[in-house]
């Protein structure tokens, strides 16, 4: 028996019964069609691998666990890339702030050691009416009970 679904515009017979999950039958092969001059890749991946028969009854679920793992470890992989990447950026930035640093510091050690000698020191001292002794120093000894 079959019920009639009345609509404003449109009357359509509905089946009494549900349709059920039925297994996809596989349509005959047609005739094979004239060759294409052209390479073409996906051409041949479906020449040669039967992915059609994979899916005739649905997605099958057996692969998803694998799938899965797959796409988590091709995720961590591009993560890992980029996190290598910034660090390689990070290190040639630390590199050349480095070497500017060295430069400096060689600099300002051989100015320091250049102002450190004594002809240096008192050339910059003499403006304050300072020489150099001509004298050689002398060693001040104080009796241990003046203490």
Do not use: W
């Amino acid at each position: 028996m079959k019920s009639k679904t009345m609509a404003s515009n449109l009357i359509t017979e509905r089946p009494s019964t549900p349709k059920g999950n039925k297994a996809r039958v596989k349509p005959k092969e047609k005739a094979p069609k004239t060759k294409s001059k052209g390479f073409s890749l996906f051409h041949y991946l479906d020449k040669y691998t039967n992915l059609d028969s994979l899916f005739e009854e649905g997605v099958p679920l057996k692969y998803l666990p694998h799938i899965l793992f797959l796409t988590g470890i091709t995720l961590f992989y591009i993560g890992n890339t980029h996190y290598a990447e910034k660090t390689i950026r990070r290190i040639d930035k630390v590199k050349v702030e480095t070497e500017d640093l060295r430069a400096d510091y060689t600099t300002l050690a051989s100015e320091y050691m250049e102002a450190s000698k004594q002809s240096e020191v008192a050339r910059n001292v003499a403006p304050l009416g300072l020489v150099e002794s001509s004298s050689p120093p002398y060693q001040v000894i104080v009796p241990a009970d003046e203490y």
